[in-house]
Nanobody, 128 residues
């Protein structure tokens, strides 16, 4: 059973930095693609960044690439999303997701279709 555990959300002030974490089992973590997505109230879920754990290659969408960074710590099987200079419009539920087939890299992004397993989400609320 694939389980993704996200943490790090909370209420923060505009301009601050927050790091989200996504932890999973070794079987799920190895050679897999992990993505971070978010969904704001009344909006569609959007992809933000992904990382392929086998080689550490990353991609961050243009809309946040100057503020968000995705990284990993293989020793603790954790993927991070560091968010800096947060804005009220970053307020959303943030989700970690992973692909079902290890060893094949990351699917086309920021589409959700290649990501089969999702965490429960962690809420980030940014106040001005």
């Amino acid at each position: 059973q694939v389980q993704l555990v996200e943490s790090g959300g909370g209420s923060v002030q505009s301009g601050s930095t927050r790091t989200l974490t996504c932890t999973t089992s070794a079987d799920t973590y190895n050679r897999n693609c992990f993505g971070w997505f978010r969904q704001a109230p009344g909006k569609e879920r959007e992809g933000l960044a992904h990382i392929y754990t086998a080689d550490g290659s990353t991609h961050v969408v243009d809309s946040v690439k100057d503020r968000f960074t995705i990284s990993q710590d293989t020793a603790v099987r954790t993927v991070y999303l560091q968010m800096s200079r947060l804005k009220p419009e970053d307020t959303a539920m943030y989700y970690c997701a992973t692909t079902p087939s290890p060893g094949v890299g990351c699917p086309p992004f920021p589409a959700e279709s290649g990501f089969a397993f999702w965490g429960q989400g962690t809420q980030v609320t940014v106040s001005s």
